[in-house]
Nanobody, 114 residues
Framework: QVQLAESGGGSVQPGGSLRLSCAASGSINTYAMGWYRQAPGKQRELVARITSAGSTNYADSVKGRFTISRVYAKNTVYLQMNSLKPEDTAVYYC?????????WGKGTLVTVSS
């Protein structure tokens, strides 16, 4: 069973940047990975996804501001978040699906406020 651990969240002013990390306890190189977020009172939504080959896709709301990447040797996925907006405030989770089973980390809180 793979365990995922997010880090890098925090408080930042609008326009600022943060980089989130998701470290896996085992090899994830053959799997697609995703970053999701859940704001208070809202459903969890997909923010960005990266395939095992490195192809990426993003939610329209973050295109051009967020970048997902992965370092295979470290079994780690990153989410670089630039030009942050108050509406980006949420708990961010990383996700891995293996054989139809979803694995989630505990999440990391991002707060964007002046």
């Amino acid at each position: 069973q793979v365990q995922l651990a997010e880090s890098g969240g925090g408080s930042v002013q609008p326009g600022g940047s943060l980089r989130l990390s998701c470290a896996a306890s085992g090899s994830i190189n053959t799997y697609a990975m995703g970053w999701y977020r859940q704001a208070p009172g809202k459903q969890r939504e997909l923010v960005a996804r990266i395939t095992s080959a490195g192809s990426t896709n993003y939610a329209d709301s973050v295109k051009g501001r967020f970048t997902i990447s992965r370092v295979y040797a470290k079994n780690t996925v990153y989410l670089q978040m630039n030009s942050l907006k108050p509406e980006d405030t949420a708990v961010y989770y990383c996700n891995l699906k293996i054989a139809g089973v979803d694995y989630w980390g505990k999440g990391t809180l991002v707060t964007v406020s002046s």
